[in-house]
């Protein structure tokens, strides 16, 4: 036993000494993964205005309806209950590869005197344990690679969570803007029904002929058209939230009667620390990691294997006597196991990991370089619908006092019902566009935020 001890405590001391290779550090991975790609020290689009958001940015519209819908999705989305499995699979990979460190010990009994079902008649016991010493860090690498999966798949429970909250933002919404289309579409038919009315009357007083009325008709109709595909957009647009809600699509929530306040302040946050914030960019990170050790993993696959071994076991017989037989009896060995000649498979082997490494770092590079453009132009959408939004109020202004004027000329005989049609149409097209802007900008909003890394909920 003493022997077996100091054999233990000596590889354990080697063990020791034979440290890991760790993964490059983050800035070492932007220079492999973005060489020649200058990250600013600030947004060229806009500077940052107001604070960081924090994790849970949405309550940042003030819209205790958007709240509860999102805290309902986060409780029953279908797609977070998978990246919530994934974590765990992943963490159970990652306990099996940490398993591999430790001593194996296994036992065995055997029984049933004479009537055994060999009927040797033997009966006893043994217990034996191996464990391999991980002198060149094989066994430990193939942990860490785990363990970096496990913080990726955490990092992707995060982005996913972050991400379905904009989902629902986004269609809450779209929701509003579509109901306030109907609103319009409903006030237009009622001026276009009005209209007819005045034309009939015209015709019948004999100011009008049946052309005018004809054509106001057929306006009014072209309206209920475009008002029944405006209340289908509603249903589609109440199911695809319910959809995110993890509820039966039955068209039911009911959508605000109107769009919600949004700042227009550019969040804190520079480009440098997107890659530290962002999930998705972590998570990538993370893999990076993992592929390293994988690589590690194969190097030293091709090296020799030292395990030590020991084993105790007692054996007795009821049909026959074992000679020089002392019970129990207690041994201890190492094994040496080391590959020769594999056809070059081992060295193949590693050739793929770095391959797998070489596609991982590509694939962070990818993520990094499309979250500065989501920013950036996320950016820059807002500035321009701030500044859309300005000019369609003073467009709204000139169309509605051009359709009072054109009224005015149609009731007094003055202009001809073309006119009244053509500024009605006018300012519909405003008031839509008004509608889309004011939509777009609460869209870009959560844009934004997702796009800064959805709040200081920072990953592992």
């Known amino acids: 036993m003493r022997r077996i001890t100091c054999a233990a405590s000596a590889a354990a001391a080697l063990l020791a000494a034979c440290a890991v290779p760790s993964p490059p550090p983050r800035d070492e991975l932007v220079k492999e993964a973005l060489p ?9 689009a806009a500077q940052p205005a107001g604070a960081a958001s924090n994790a849970d940015w949405w309550r940042s519209f003030d819209d205790p309806a958007l709240a509860r819908l999102i805290d309902e999705a986060l409780a029953n989305n279908v797609d977070l209950r998978v990246a919530a499995a994934r974590v765990e699979r992943s963490q159970a990979y990652a306990a099996a590869a940490g398993a591999a460190l430790t001593p194996i010990v296994t036992g065995l009994a055997r029984g049933g005197g004479k009537m055994s079902g060999d009927q040797s008649g033997l009966s006893g016991w043994a217990i034996s344990a191996s464990w391999e010493l991980d002198l060149w860090g094989r066994v430990r690498a193939q942990r860490d690679a785990a363990t970096q999966q496990v913080a990726a798949a955490e990092a992707d429970r995060i982005w996913a969570r972050q991400s379905i909250a904009a989902a629902v933002a986004r269609a809450w919404f779209g929701a509003i803007e579509a109901r306030l289309i109907e ?4 006030r237009t038919l009622r001026d276009g029904e009005q209209l007819t009315s005045l034309a009939t009357e015209r015709q019948r007083v004999g100011n009008g002929d049946a052309y005018d009325v004809a054509q106001i008709q057929a306006d009014v109709l072209a309206t209920r058209d475009a008002l029944r595909q405006a209340r289908l957009a509603v249903e589609q647009s109440r199911r695809a939230l319910e959809s995110l809600l993890g509820r039966y699509p039955a068209a039911s929530v009911e959508a605000a009667q109107e769009f919600p306040p949004v700042s227009l302040d550019v969040p804190g946050g520079l480009p440098s620390q997107l890659l530290e914030r962002r999930p998705d960019i972590v998570a990538a990170e993370r893999r990076v990691a993992a592929a ?11 090296l020799p294997r030292l395990s030590l071994t020991a084993g105790v076991n007692s054996v007795s017989s009821d049909l026959f006597v074992l000679q020089d037989r002392d019970n129990p009896i207690w041994s201890a060995g190492a094994t040496l196991i080391g590959p020769i000649f594999d056809g070059g498979a081992l060295a193949a082997q590693v050739d793929a990991r770095e391959a797998e490494r070489k596609e991982a770092v590509a694939r962070y590079a990818q993520t990094a370089q499309a979250a500065f453009a989501e920013v950036e132009n996320s950016l820059s959408s807002s500035i321009a619908l701030a500044e859309r939004r300005g000019i369609l109020a003073r467009q709204a202004q000139s169309q509605e006092l051009s359709l009072k004027l054109a009224n005015d000329r149609y009731r007094v005989g003055q202009g001809d019902l073309r ?21 777009q900008q609460r869209i870009e909003r959560v844009n934004l935020l997702l796009a800064l890394g959805g709040g200081l909920e920072t990953p592992p």
């Open 419 to 439: 006119a009244v049609l053509s500024q009605q149409l006018a300012l519909y097209s405003v008031r839509k566009n008004q509608l889309r802007v004011d939509a």
């Open 292 to 302: 390293f050790g994988n690589v590690t993993t194969a190097k030293a696959a091709r």
């Open 183 to 186: 609103e319009l579409l409903q």
């Open 36 to 44: 020649g790609y200058t990250v600013p020290e600030g947004w060229r």
